[in-house]
């Protein structure tokens, strides 16, 4: 399996910089578009336990859409072949550490989040 194929590098680097800005300025609609519409994909937040699509897409609809700027740390992507990716990124919000892990899947429809966990250091 080659790692870290330089164009599939840049494709899913391009689909994590969409992500990020969708999720600081609350584009809900790409931020839906970009995980895998299926029961099966996970999104465990700082707060929330989320199984399946649906229930993802309503925390999406009901949360804040205030306090989401967040400065990028330190991102790690790496690629396994040309359909797998995992994202893991630090951020700083609001004086607090957070951290942020994706797996990414080439779908028909483009690279899709189809795990997600988000956390924030004791502090």
Request: aromatic share 8%; proline share 4%; charged share 25%.
């Amino acid at each position: 399996m080659d790692i870290d194929i330089p164009e599939v590098v840049a494709e899913v680097t391009a689909a994590f910089q969409r992500y990020e800005v969708a999720l600081v300025t609350n584009d809900v609609a790409v931020l839906d578009e970009l995980f895998w519409n299926d029961p099966r994909t996970i999104r465990y937040g700082a707060g929330e336990i989320l199984h399946g699509y649906e229930e993802i897409m309503a925390f999406r609809a009901s949360r804040p859409s205030v306090g989401l700027e967040r400065e990028l740390v330190r991102t790690v992507i790496t690629t396994h072949g040309r359909d797998f990716a995992t994202a893991n990124t630090t951020f700083s919000r609001n004086g607090r550490i957070g951290r942020q892990s994706q797996t990414w899947v080439r779908m028909p429809e483009g690279w899709r989040v189809v795990s997600a966990h988000v956390s924030l250091m004791p502090g």
